[in-house]
């Protein structure tokens, strides 16, 4: 089965279940010219996709509630690949990874700006 996503170049792939949410990160990786954004709603479907296709996004913003190994999974391989990787957590108690920008739920636009420049500085 081909997915437009499969072969579309991915500036930004943002792995979130809310169309909501990813409107609102969409628009803000745009106006940095950090698109084309790709938007996801399962670690599992984009890992596969990931895989599959051999693309590297500049960017991965993994918010998407998932079992924790598939997270851990996409984490590790995308760093290896040197990906630029945001991790939307509800609870800051999580396991931080070097390297990895984190940010918490809820957040405003001034906080999600200062991650995307950590990201792209």
Known sequence: ???????????????????????????????????????????ETARAMLQETGRKPQIIVVGAAADAVLVRALIEEQNALKVRLLILNDDMGDELTPGVIHLSRPYGERELSSAIDQLVG
């Open 1 to 43: 089965m081909e997915d437009a996503c499969m072969n579309a170049i991915i500036g930004t792939l943002l792995i979130v279940e809310s169309f909501v949410e990813a409107d609102d990160l969409q628009d803000a990786f745009e106006q940095r010219r950090l698109g084309p954004v790709v938007h996801m709603r399962s670690v």
